[in-house]
C-alpha cells in the first residue's frame, strides 16, 4: 500500500481494478461498494448491491426506474447485479488473505 494511502483507499482500488471502472464516473458507487467489503464481505448478495446501487442512483438520477425494492425488480434486472456482488466477494476474500 502506498503510504499516503488507507485501507478505504486500497478497498477502492482493489474494487476498481476488479470491476475495470477506473477512470469512469462510477467513483461514488465504489464508496457504496467499498462499505459492503468491510461490512458483509464473502456474505454479500445480490440485494446488498442493489441497495447500494439505488443509494447512490439517488443522488446521480434519482428518477431511475430500477429504483425499487429488490424484490420488485425483474429477474433479469436482479441478474445485472451478479458481476459486482462477485467483485465484493473477491475483494473481501483478499483483504482477509492479506
Known amino acids: 500500500m502506498e503510504i499516503n494511502k488507507n485501507y478505504i483507499d486500497e478497498v477502492k482500488d482493489l474494487l476498481e481494478e476488479e470491476l ?9 458507487l465504489l464508496d457504496y461498494y467499498g462499505l459492503l467489503v468491510l461490512t458483509v464481505g464473502e456474505d454479500c448478495t445480490n440485494e446488498h448491491i442493489h441497495d447500494a446501487w439505488s443509494f447512490w442512483q439517488v443522488e446521480t438520477m434519482p428518477q431511475h426506474r430500477s429504483i425499487l425494492p ?21 475483494v ?6 492479506e
Request: glycine share 8%; proline share 3%; charged share 40%.
Open 70 to 90: 429488490f424484490g420488485k425488480l425483474t429477474k433479469e434486472v436482479q441478474d445485472l447485479d451478479e458481476p459486482y456482488r462477485l467483485a465484493v466477494i473477491k
Open 92 to 97: 473481501a476474500k483478499r483483504l482477509t488473505k
Open 20 to 28: 475495470k471502472m477506473k477512470g469512469t464516473n462510477y467513483e461514488g
